[in-house]
């Protein structure tokens, strides 16, 4: 079926699982991470007050399954507060002993929290039944050129979190962040011929006309008609839902030509987790807590309350999941093809400011392309340990 491209959500620039328990580096000697089993499976008793920090679009769909939680675990009592999952590193640092005993943080901060000692490692047995209940990865749009030419997308190149939308376009490319693996520090090669490639192409997007800047208002500028389409995640489901109804289409990202051929246009692959604080009073019933909000019903209520695609297997065999368009955008955007997995290295918080620049300037014409090269030296300079 043929759908209106000036209604047209591009769904999954990043696989927006539901949230899984966070396996933190190191060892502890502590029953609840013992390697004999999970904290709820632990023979010491799970009991104690704990207190769990949520983004707030998450609370309502979440009370129902605490209200569960404590009636399963009855010497467990649970305050829910609002807590930012993007500032997780910075608000449990501040004070751990007063941050939250379980709180919701996105993946790309494991490592720098891991390496802080801010975050409870999980037994072996715990880690098991993660990997073997959430997938590994834990409308036709053929092309970037074909989909600019029959309408305006609406972008945000110009502006603050481009990084996040259009850093993968170096992977696009055939680049790595971080290695093959994301996991060596000086394993980035963006300074390269196809990296320049990815500039030159984004420069070019100022006099595209079918490019419109916009971030904030992107979502009016599609219901106004202002814009065809923009670039998101399944986060915006219930949002274009609301406003455009029946006209909204999703589908996965188109290729783009770089310059040698069309690529397939990549998104970052990243889950948002439960973790809980190294500094918590009650480790068993804060361990319990993160595995319930991660269990396969929980995962299906954030699917219907917020349009969070699990990574739970056999919630994505759902008929509600598999008859949902984002999902659909979503589960395919998440193969090898579609997304490079966001690196967990405590050092990819230093990715992100110098990506950002890169790509805004780059975009306005405040780096021209004899210093393309010059630039991506300097970046991939700036992200990686400088060894003697």
């Not at 993007?86 to 004070?95: Q, W, Y």
């Not at 379980?102 to 098991?128: R, S």
């Not at 070019?204 to 219901?223: F, H, P, R």
């Amino acid at each position: 079926m043929k759908v209106d491209v000036k209604r047209l959500l591009i769904g999954g620039s990043i696989l927006s699982l539901s949230a899984i328990v966070l396996g933190a580096c190191g060892n502890s000697n502590d029953d609840a991470a013992s390697s004999n089993g999970s904290a709820a499976e632990s023979s010491a008793k799970v009991e104690g007050d704990i207190k769990l920090w949520v983004d707030t679009e998450h609370i309502d769909a979440l009370q129902g399954q605490v209200d569960k939680f404590e009636k399963e675990y009855p010497d467990v009592k649970v305050t829910v507060a609002v807590g930012s999952s993007a500032d997780a590193k910075a608000d449990v640092s501040k004070d751990p002993e007063q941050a939250a005993d379980v709180f919701m943080m996105p993946h790309d901060q494991v490592g720098q929290m891991a390496e802080a000692g801010l975050i409870y490692p999980i037994g072996d047995k715990q880690a098991a039944t993660i990997k073997d209940t959430n997938v590994e990865a834990a409308v036709d749009v053929k092309t970037w050129e074909g989909l600019t030419s029959a309408g305006k997308i609406g972008t945000n190149f110009a502006e603050d979190g481009a990084n996040y939308i259009f850093g993968p376009l170096f992977m696009s490319n055939g680049n790595v962040l971080y290695g093959e693996d994301g996991e060596d520090i000086n394993g980035t090669n963006f300074n390269n011929e196809a990296g320049v490639e990815v500039l030159q192409w984004i420069a070019d997007q100022k006099n595209n006309s079918g490019v419109l800047q916009a971030s904030e208002s992107a979502l009016s500028d599609l219901q106004s008609g202002k814009s065809d389409a923009f670039l998101s995640g399944p986060w915006s489901k219930n949002d274009v839902e609301k406003a455009l109804g029946d006209n909204m289409g999703v589908a996965a990202y188109p290729t783009i030509d770089f310059g040698s051929g069309a690529k397939q246009m990549k998104a970052f692959l990243g889950v948002k987790l439960y973790a809980v604080n190294q500094q918590t009073e009650a480790p068993l019933a804060a361990m319990a807590l993160a595995e319930y909000l991660s269990n396969q019903e929980t995962q299906e209520i954030e699917f219907t309350e917020n349009g969070v695609v699990p990574s739970n297997k056999d919630a994505q065999e759902s008929d509600a999941v598999k008859a949902d368009a984002v999902a659909k955008a979503v589960m395919e955007m998440s193969d090898a093809e579609h997304s490079v997995v966001m690196p967990k290295l405590p050092e990819m918080v230093s990715f992100w400011p110098p990506m950002d620049a890169l790509i805004n300037d780059t975009y306005k014409g405040q780096i021209k392309p004899d210093q393309f090269q010059d630039k991506l030296d300097k970046f991939v300079s700036d992200i990686s340990k400088v060894t003697e």
